[in-house]
């Protein structure tokens, strides 16, 4: 097994800093082969350099540079594309849900024989304590969404910390642009019919940098998922 560990960075030299420390560590405690995928999408900041440097440094790390800043999605898709492994997780560049964690994903996998493993903070004994009401909320709100939507069978469709079987990863057509692309791909999973577990996995607050989340836009854009979902879901 080769589990390749995809991370999308935009504008993250500060949290790329702290991969030499805390991801690879937490990465080799696993006890599974792993590379790292780190996909930057055309930063303003230092990150591409960051990333260029642990490359050359360590073996199990690439970064990828896209040439101009495309998206989450199309980062995510990139670095899907560029894995070695039969096995991808996807993991915030922050650290926010720590890779640690990682070892209850492929635990569940291991016991259930999933397709995909999510990690959700809306599992107890879980959850997002440290995050603020208002990135809580409007989270919570949109999950309720796609639960109507797509199932009740998960209940983190947003949340990026997730272990895929890259066959499976790899046989979607995805196409969304920005956060909503971890929705996308869930809804595609259990459409397709695919096995899907989840565990409880923490989300912390994002210790350094700012966020590149801007609600209104991803909400706009959840809004254009939903309606894509729900249309191909009708009988024609
Ligand atoms: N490659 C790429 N990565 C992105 C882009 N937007 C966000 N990301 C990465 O996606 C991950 C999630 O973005 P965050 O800004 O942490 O969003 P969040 O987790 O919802 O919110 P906070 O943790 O509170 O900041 C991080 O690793 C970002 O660097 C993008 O346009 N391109
Ligand atoms: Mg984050």
């Not at 560029?82 to 993991?91: F, P, Q, R, V």
């Not at 915030?92 to 996998?109: E, G, I, K, V, Y």
């Not at 009401?133 to 999950?143: A, E, Q």
Request: charged fraction near 25%; hydrophobic fraction near 45%.
């Amino acid at each position: 097994m080769l589990l390749s560990v995809v991370v999308p960075c935009c504008d993250e030299e500060a949290a790329a800093g702290r991969f030499a420390e805390e991801l690879l560590p937490a990465l080799d405690a696993l006890a599974v082969p792993t590379e790292v995928i780190a996909v930057d999408d055309g930063s303003y900041d230092d990150t591409a350099a960051v990333l260029r440097n642990l490359a050359g440094e360590r073996r199990n790390f690439r970064a990828v540079a896209l040439s101009e800043h495309r998206g989450l999605g199309a980062a995510m898709r990139t670095g899907f594309a560029e894995a070695s492994g039969d096995w991808i997780a996807t993991l915030d560049a922050d650290l926010t849900f720590h890779p640690s964690q990682l070892r209850a994903l492929l635990d569940c996998q291991k016991a259930t024989g999933a397709d995909m493993v999510c990690g959700s903070p809306f599992l107890a004994p879980a959850g997002a304590a440290q995050v603020r009401w208002w990135r809580r909320l409007p989270s919570r709100w949109v999950n309720g969404l796609y639960r109507r939507l797509c199932g009740p069978r998960l209940t983190a469709y947003t949340a990026i910390f997730r272990l895929y079987r890259t066959e499976a990863l790899r046989a979607l057509r995805l196409e969304s642009q920005g956060f909503e692309i971890n929705a996308e791909i869930a809804a595609r999973f259990l459409a397709a019919g695919k096995t899907v577990a989840e565990v409880p996995a923490v989300l912390t607050a994002r210790r350094q940098g700012a966020s590149k989340l801007s609600p209104l836009r991803e909400l706009w854009r959840h809004g254009r998922l939903a309606l894509r979902l729900r249309r191909e879901a009708l009988p024609r």
